[in-house]
Every structure is written in structure tokens, then in C-alpha cells.
């Protein structure tokens, strides 16, 4: 790769593009919930609002140790042994591999997932209802 100074030499722009953020920045969770959890996303907010006015029991970014590696999935429901991941960035190719990484995760070690691809329009509760229904978590009133 080109130093910088051989970067302007060749007339190529030494900007960088983007913001480059540090590796292990901590995003805390702000956002809080209508049961007192606190979240990262408003997509994940929406989210914990409707398992918990429907009753359904959640855990928010459990740690979970996988093959000695730690993670962190949005959702986990313990009464079903479901985990729910919400995915809103699917137009940005990183994290689109990213959540292809943690689909193949899940996979390997049976593990139950499902995965919530919102991309702003209609509604992400129904989105959430139809996909824990095919799970069999029913029972829901209407929202």
C-alpha cells in the first residue's frame, strides 16, 4: 500500500473517506424501553416494546461464549431458546456480512435464530409477530 506522501505524489487524494472509527469503541445503550431496559437502536426498541406489552420474556445482548469467542445477540427469548437478531443496515455491505457471519454461527451450533431485516417501511411489530409466530411463539393480542 502507498504511503500517504507517495499517495499526493501520484495525485491520488490522502483524505480519508468516511470516518473511521476506533476498533473497540464503546455505543452504549441509551434508548430506554417501556420496560426499563435500555437499547441501543431505536429498531431494537420497537422491538423490546412489543415482547414485552405481548408478555414474551427477553433477555437484551445476553453474553454468550461460542468455541471460546464471546457474543453479544440482540434478543434472546429463554422460554422459547429463540434468539432474535434485528438487522436495519442491510445497504452497507459490511454489515451485511456481518450478519451472514452470525446467521452461520447460529447454524453451527444448532441454535435456533431469527433474523429481523427492517428496512424502515410498513411495520417492524408485524414483521417481529409474523416471524415468532412460525416459531410457535403464539399467543399474541393485537397490536
Same mark, same amino acid.
Given at each position: ?11 491520488? !487524494?490522502?483524505?480519508?473517506? +468516511? ?6 469503541? *464503546? ?8 420496560? &426499563?431496559?435500555?437499547?441501543? !437502536? ?9 415482547? #414485552?406489552? %405481548? ?11 461460542? +468455541? &471460546? ?5 440482540? #434478543? #434472546?427469548?429463554?422460554?422459547? %431458546? ?7 443496515? $442491510? ?12 446467521? *452461520?454461527?447460529?447454524?453451527? $451450533? !444448532?441454535? %435456533? ?5 427492517? $428496512?424502515?417501511? &410498513? !411495520?417492524?411489530? $408485524?414483521?417481529? *409477530? ?5 416459531? +410457535?411463539?403464539?399467543? #399474541?393480542?393485537?397490536?
Amino acid at each position: 500500500m502507498r504511503t500517504p506522501k507517495k499517495r499526493a505524489k501520484a495525485g491520488i !487524494s490522502t483524505r480519508p473517506r +468516511g470516518i473511521k472509527l476506533p476498533r473497540k469503541l *464503546k455505543f452504549e445503550p441509551t434508548i430506554e424501553t417501556d420496560s &426499563g431496559v435500555k437499547v441501543r !437502536s431505536q429498531y431494537e426498541k420497537r422491538c423490546a416494546d412489543f415482547l #414485552f406489552r %405481548n408478555q414474551i420474556k427477553f433477555q437484551y445482548e445476553p453474553l454468550m461464549l461460542l +468455541g &471460546g469467542r464471546k457474543y453479544r445477540p440482540d #434478543f #434472546f427469548l429463554p422460554d422459547h %431458546n429463540l434468539f432474535l437478531e434485528i438487522c436495519g443496515y $442491510n445497504h452497507m455491505p459490511y454489515y451485511r456480512d456481518r450478519t451472514e457471519q452470525k446467521r *452461520k454461527i447460529y447454524e453451527r $451450533n !444448532s441454535l %435456533n435464530a431469527i433474523f429481523i431485516h427492517y $428496512n424502515g417501511t &410498513g !411495520s417492524i411489530e $408485524n414483521i417481529i *409477530k409474523s416471524e415468532l409466530q412460525k416459531y +410457535g411463539v403464539i399467543g #399474541f393480542p393485537d397490536t
